[in-house]
Every structure is written in C-alpha cells, then in structure tokens.
C-alpha cells in the first residue's frame, strides 16, 4: 500500500495554512479518565507504569481514532517523563497528581541535573511512538509534545502543581543566574527530547507550555521567552510544531516571537480576535471550553458553529478544546463533537 504523503492529512495541511476539505480536529486528553477503557486498565496499572509500557501506551493512544475518528493522535505520554532521567526523584500519587519528592531550588542542586539522552533514557516512549506509527499507516498522523521550559522548571522547583508559583517567580527574581542555568538544561533536554520522537516517527509536536498564562507579559519577555525560542529554534523543522499555553490570552504576541508554526489558544480569548492579533501568517489551533461538552447537544453545536464562523473558512484552523477533556464528559459529546466540527466546515 502506498503510504499518504504528508500533505494529504487534512491535520498536517492545516498546520501549514494550507486549504483542506474540511476543518480537522483532535482534542487534548483525547485518550483518558472520560473513556471507560481507559479506566479499566487504569484500574491495573498505574499511570507511570501505562506510560513505561510501549505496548500499553500505544494501546491507549489509538483508543479515541476509531471511537472518535479524530484527524490526529497524539502519544499517550506525560510532560514529566523526562525529569527522571535527568535526576528527579517523581511520583504519581493518586488523586494528587505528580509530585517531586526532592524539589530543585539551589545552584548546585542545578549544577547535578542530566542532559538526558532520549533514545537511551526514554526508550519505552520511542518504542510506543514506533508501534502507533504502523498501527496508524495510512489512517492520521501522531502527535508527539513535551511541556515548555516554564512549565516544566515550575513543577521542577514547586514539587508539583501550583496555585501562585511563589516558589518558582522567587527563584527567577532573586537568582537570575540558577534560574538561567536551570531553563537552559530544561531547554537543552527538550530540544533532544522534541527531536527524538521525530526520529521515532512523530509527524508534529506540540510545546505545552501549560503554565506561562500565570506570568506577566513582561516576566514571560524576560525570563522565559529566550528559552521557549531555543526549544523551538532547535527542534526539527520537518514537522510543524504547535505552541499551547492556558490562560495566555495577554501573551498570544510574545508566543508568536517564541515560534510555532501554530499557536494554541484558549477558551478565554475569542478565536477571531487571537487570529487577528496574530496575524495570518501562522495557523491556529482552539478553542471550545471543554465544559461545553458536559452540556446538552444543542449547546455543543451551537459552540462548534460559533468557532467555525469566527475561522471564517481559513486555511489553517484546526479545531480543538481550550484545555483537555475532563473526566467525567460524556463520550457520546465528544464524538458528536468531532462529527459536528467534520460537517459543518465541509467545503
């Protein structure tokens, strides 16, 4: 069988502001907790273990693309993975989320991180990409991500999730030069990390930067909008690569500096007015409230056409939720959802 060029996934055009016959979409957490498959073997397996298993990982991805029939997958994976190898001791515990049982927040503590070497350090990922690539032949391409350099520095220096960052703004504004020498390993890591599951087989990534929404304008210029560039500059310019943040609404220009052939935005903006700030020189990826999917149908169509309408058409949308889906929507929604997106933006 003749394998589809690149160019004839409706997904991958889009990336490229190139025209497609319809609007493609897939959807952030499209393969989690909402899906009762998921649940099954999560009730076997912690999530670590589901992430370190290729087979297992593989299996999880694929579960949405028949269900759902979404124009891309994406790697069932975590941002955090590669702070193991680098020499952070992680755990998933449950119900609360990551947690960092040693946090970094001293230069020498800094000073004793790895650059890690993906192919080696995080082989049970490059396999599982490898896998859902020729389960994938000739179906929709696969997503490969990693978190951005703030994200990952917060959890890093936090211990986990934050409401304020009180611990990681303090580092960035009290010691400039640990919190430079920690975004330039981060950046270092991710450039390898990026471009090791191109290597494996991932035909676009995306850069969540989940995190950077809680920074000003002026604190993301300074502290954070070099690294995100290095991380992008560095990755392979063979694949597009999508630039996500939450709560970013304030930051969509400085994001469009730092690169990305498409910026993410979320819910919080209108997507007309994201483009329009953006300008049309780069495609865009959003951006219905994943808690419109709790709601009835009708408030669901209603959303998918109110988006669509704002694209007006344009080559270079791809729809997706602000954020991911949560765990308790309907899996029935999502895939009217995708439906909906697929005929309503028939060319």
């Given at each position: 069988?003749?394998?589809?060029?690149?160019?004839?996934?409706?997904?991958?055009?889009?990336?490229?502001?190139?025209?497609?016959?319809?609007?493609?979409?897939?959807?952030?957490?499209?393969?989690?907790?909402?899906?009762?498959?998921?649940?099954?073997?999560?009730?076997?397996?912690?999530?670590?273990?589901?992430?370190?298993?290729s087979e297992l990982a593989?299996?999880?991805?694929?579960?949405?693309?028949?269900?759902?029939?979404?124009?891309?997958?994406?790697?069932?994976?975590?941002?955090?993975?590669?702070?193991?190898?680098?020499?952070?001791?992680?755990?998933?515990?449950?119900?609360?989320?990551?947690?960092?049982?040693?946090?970094?927040?001293?230069?020498?503590?800094?000073?004793?991180?790895?650059?890690?070497?993906?192919?080696?350090?995080?082989?049970?990922?490059?396999?599982?990409?490898?896998?859902?690539?020729?389960?994938?032949?000739?179906?929709?391409?696969?997503?490969?991500?990693?978190?951005?350099?703030?994200?990952?520095?917060?959890?890093?220096?936090?211990?986990?999730?934050?409401?304020?960052?009180?611990?990681?703004?303090g580092l960035m504004y009290?010691?400039?030069?640990?919190?430079?020498?920690?975004?330039?390993?981060?950046?270092?890591?991710?450039?390898?990390?990026?471009?090791?599951?191109?290597?494996?087989?991932?035909?676009?990534?995306?850069?969540?930067?989940?995190?950077?929404?809680?920074?000003?304008?002026?604190?993301?210029?300074?502290?954070?909008?070099?690294?995100?560039?290095?991380?992008?500059?560095?990755a392979d310019k063979s694949?597009?690569?999508?630039?996500?943040?939450?709560?970013?609404?304030?930051?969509?220009?400085?994001?469009?500096?730092?690169?990305?052939?498409?910026?993410?935005?979320?819910?919080?903006?209108?997507?007309?007015?994201?483009?329009?700030?953006?300008?049309?020189?780069?495609?865009?990826?959003?951006?219905?409230?994943?808690?419109?999917?709790?709601?009835?149908?009708?408030?669901?169509?209603?959303?998918?056409?109110?988006?669509?309408?704002?694209?007006?058409?344009?080559?270079?949308?791809?729809?997706?939720?602000?954020?991911?889906?949560?765990?308790?929507?309907?899996?029935?929604?999502?895939?009217?959802?995708?439906?909906?997106?697929?005929?309503?933006?028939?060319?």
């Amino acid at each position: 069988m003749r394998e589809i060029a690149a160019e004839d996934y409706p997904f991958l055009r889009a990336c490229r502001r190139q025209p497609t016959e319809y609007t493609p979409i897939w959807l952030m957490r499209q393969a989690g907790r909402y899906m009762k498959e998921y649940r099954k073997l999560r009730r076997r397996f912690s999530f670590l273990e589901m992430c370190k298993n290729s087979e297992l990982a593989a299996k999880v991805t694929l579960l949405p693309v028949e269900q759902l029939k979404v124009d891309a997958a994406i790697i069932f994976a975590d941002i955090l993975l590669p702070l193991e190898p680098m020499g952070i001791e992680l755990e998933f515990a449950k119900s609360e989320g990551p947690i960092i049982h040693h946090p970094i927040r001293e230069m020498n503590q800094i000073g004793s991180l790895r650059i890690i070497e993906p192919e080696e350090d995080l082989p049970f990922l490059m396999e599982a990409i490898r896998i859902v690539r020729r389960e994938l032949e000739n179906k929709i391409p696969l997503i490969g991500f990693s978190g951005g350099p703030f994200t990952l520095a917060s959890y890093i220096i936090e211990g986990g999730h934050s409401k304020n960052y009180i611990l990681t703004k303090g580092l960035m504004y009290q010691d400039r030069v640990a919190w430079d020498s920690l975004m330039e390993k981060i950046s270092e890591v991710l450039i390898r990390y990026l471009n090791a599951q191109i290597h494996a087989g991932a035909q676009a990534l995306q850069l969540f930067d989940s995190w950077v929404g809680y920074l000003s304008p002026s604190d993301y210029e300074e502290y954070v909008l070099p690294y995100s560039k290095k991380v992008i500059d560095g990755a392979d310019k063979s694949v597009p690569l999508i630039h996500f943040a939450t709560s970013s609404s304030t930051l969509l220009e400085r994001m469009k500096r730092a690169g990305g052939d498409v910026i993410g935005v979320d819910w919080r903006v209108d997507l007309k007015e994201a483009w329009a700030r953006l300008g049309y020189e780069v495609a865009i990826q959003g951006n219905l409230d994943p808690v419109i999917l709790l709601g009835p149908v009708d408030l669901i169509e209603r959303e998918v056409k109110r988006i669509l309408g704002e694209a007006e058409g344009r080559p270079g949308h791809i729809f997706n939720l602000g954020h991911g889906i949560l765990p308790n929507t309907p899996v029935d929604h999502v895939a009217a959802l995708v439906d909906m997106v697929h005929r309503f933006s028939l060319r």
